[in-house]
């Protein structure tokens, strides 16, 4: 699609070559931004405790750009098949008029939302976890540059989602390239471990941070309705002041009062994982594969 707007023609490799250099710029650009801000240049008021590691620092690059390939070549069939018309893509943001627009969105996240939460359940399942989830679990205390640290086959299982609903339900080009594009923006924000928006319907960064920490809680994508509704949930202030996790795991933009000032009480969580259940958790992670 991509390629049409550029000018050039649709073949198999032009779309790798954008996928991948495209993804390499955007990868590095997004990520290496939200690191300086947040663990650089405001590590100071974001992460006063972080040190950097440049050894895990390079670990989580490499499978940054490992994925970034694989999921290149494992995406290019998608593009092609828009490119040549078999998709129900379509350009014209009017052509169907407002109401569908508005409509085919909804349906579009209900749709996507549903499947990663299902998919990526299925990816914390042992034999799937140990051979593609794996990689991305690596860091419990996670970095900007974990965003896009995944075996190729993870990263893509959780992307195809958003890539078949074109190919069954009309919907807007423009609708697809922005989902794409915030898709990325999201993945860095949900991992530089601070929170900017509270509260408890979308899947905040903390959400995600829990979800490093405790393996098998907050699978959702951008809501946190499924979690709630299976009952694998957790709260990020109720955690933080249940006092549980080191205070590294978890910031927020502006900071939350200290856990011994304020009276809030840690309530009751549809997702409670036992000790034996994160000492169990973290020998899996740290076992060789």
Known sequence: MLITLLGLEETALNQFLLLFFGGLVAYFGVSGLSYLIFFVWGRRYFHPTYVADSAVLRDQMKWGVYGTIGNAVLTVPFHWGIANGYSQIYWDPMERGLPYLLLSIVL?????ETCVYWVHRALHRPWLFKHIHKPHHKWRESTSFVSMAFHPL???A???PTHIFAFFVPLNAWVYLVVLAFI???TVMIHD??????GSIVNTCNHHSLHHWYFRVNYGQFFTFWDKLMGTWMDPEAEYYRGKIPESVMRWAPPLPPRSASTKVATAQAAMPSEADVIADTQTITESA
């Open 184 to 186: 990325m923006t999201w």
């Open 154 to 156: 993870d990263s893509f």
């Open 158 to 160: 959780q992307a195809v």
């Open 108 to 112: 579009y996240l209900a749709f996507t």
């Open 193 to 198: 471990r601070v929170t900017v928006v509270r």
